[in-house]
Each structure stands twice: as structure tokens, then as C-alpha cells.
T-cell receptor
Framework: DTEVTQTPKHLVMGMTNKKSLKCEQH?????MYWYKQKAKKPPELMFV???????INESVPSRFSPECPNSSLLNLHLHALQPEDSALYLC????????????FGPGTRLTVL | AQKVTQAQTEISVVEKEDVTLDCVYE???????LFWYKQPPSGELVFLIR??????QNEISGRYSWNFQKSTSSFNFTITASQVVDSAVYFC?????????????FGKGTLLTVNP
């Protein structure tokens, strides 16, 4: 089973709102990722958690705040976003190794008004 | 620095035609990993295949086949007898053993449209 789930599927928020995206996997993977994907572009890595610790932050603005409460869950907290942050946000997971295959969830389509 | 080039931005075929999606990569590492992902309109990236640099064996899975050629730094993907459900954006990706090797370097993707 290579399933990564994400909620919500769609999210519309104003620039002053606070919202969270949620990602869950039950494959026993120990690395989890957030990607941002704009239309007609490839995904761009935002954050990597390895063994529940933040391993990589690709210079993402602080209005995006990741959290990894346990090995199965990954959250992305959103605050004071800009319209240009509207995108598809994809979560992925892999086994612990750095070269392991990443499996992606269905994504959350975020619109910032 | 690594790079992945998918020169075909869009391809349109009629159902049952064979189609090949090209992928050319650049890396200075001798150990690296190549991937293909499919992204249908729903948005999810679906993992199709992984190939390690030390394994040059080609792969066939049903209607899908992959041709890995280190001599030309290419990892091409062929769909035989295409179907409408194959319509999607296909991404080729590379991870080498240098730097931040959690990071996948994606090509820009090829939009495949299969018309009935």
C-alpha cells in the first residue's frame, strides 16, 4: 500500500486567515516532504522532515510553518498568505534513506484571495 | 549541478498509437537515481518507475517500457497502444548522491493528450 492522504482537497482563504494542511501516511516511512506546484510547472521542494525532525527548509517564507507531530503526520500551517501562494501543495513520504522513492499524496489546491 | 531536460512540452496522439517521452539528464555523479511520475488532471503524482545508475537493464511493465542509456544520458519512456487514460503530465526526475540528496530534480514535464 503506497497511500499518502491529504486534507483538505481544496482550500480557499483570505490573506488574514490562518489555516492548516494535513498529510498522513501509514507506510512506516520516516521521511516526509512538502512541495509546492504552480500551474504548468514541476513541483518545488519546500520542507523535508526526517525522523520527525526538520531536515531541509528550502528558504521558504515564515508564513509557511511545517510541523511533524509524529512519524505518520505532517502539517503545514498557513498564515498571512499572499495571492501568489495559490498553488497545489503536495505531500510525499519515503523510507528513511535519502535515495528512497518518494510517494506523493493527491494534493491540496489552495486559493488565496 | 544536475539537470533534467524533457524537450517535448506537449504531445498529442490518437488512441492505440505508440508514443515515446524523452528524458535527458545531466549529473557529475556516478551514482544516481532516475524516476518517472505521472500526474493526471486530478493532481496526484503517481510513481511509475525508479532506475539506479548501476542497473542498465531496460524495463517493461504492461504497455509501459523504459529505455535507460547511460551513453547518451537518456531515460526514455514508451507507452504502447496508448489509451485515453494515459492522458497526463509525465515528469522525469533525477536524484544524485551529492548535496541535498533528498531533493528530486524534475524536468519541466511533458503533457500527453491521447484522443479517442
Amino acid at each position: 500500500d503506497t497511500e499518502v492522504t491529504q486534507t483538505p482537497k481544496h482550500l480557499v482563504m483570505g490573506m488574514t486567515n490562518k489555516k492548516s494542511l494535513k498529510c498522513e501516511q501509514h507506510m512506516g516511512h520516516r521521511a516526509m516532504y512538502w512541495y509546492k506546484q504552480k500551474a504548468k510547472k514541476p513541483p518545488e521542494l519546500m520542507f523535508v522532515y526526517s525522523y520527525e525532525k526538520l531536515s531541509i527548509n528550502e528558504s521558504v517564507p515564515s508564513r509557511f510553518s511545517p510541523e511533524c507531530p509524529n512519524s505518520s503526520l505532517l502539517n503545514l500551517h498557513l498564515h498571512a498568505l499572499q495571492p501568489e501562494d495559490s498553488a497545489l501543495y503536495l505531500c510525499a513520504s519515503s523510507r528513511a534513506g535519502r535515495t528512497d522513492t518518494q510517494y506523493f499524496g493527491p494534493g491540496t489546491r489552495l486559493t488565496v484571495l | 549541478a544536475q539537470k533534467v531536460t524533457q524537450a517535448q512540452t506537449e504531445i498529442s496522439v490518437v488512441e492505440k498509437e505508440d508514443v515515446t517521452l524523452d528524458c535527458v539528464y545531466e549529473t557529475r555523479d556516478t551514482t544516481y537515481y532516475l524516476f518517472w511520475y505521472k500526474q493526471p488532471p486530478s493532481g496526484e503524482l503517481v510513481f511509475l518507475i525508479r532506475r539506479n545508475s548501476f542497473d542498465e537493464q531496460n524495463e517493461i511493465s504492461g504497455r509501459y517500457s523504459w529505455n535507460f542509456q547511460k551513453s547518451t544520458s537518456s531515460f526514455n519512456f514508451t507507452i504502447t497502444a496508448s489509451q485515453v487514460v494515459d492522458s497526463a503530465v509525465y515528469f522525469c526526475a533525477l536524484r544524485d548522491s551529492g548535496g541535498s540528496n533528498y531533493k528530486l530534480t524534475f524536468g519541466k514535464g511533458t503533457l500527453l493528450t491521447v484522443n479517442p
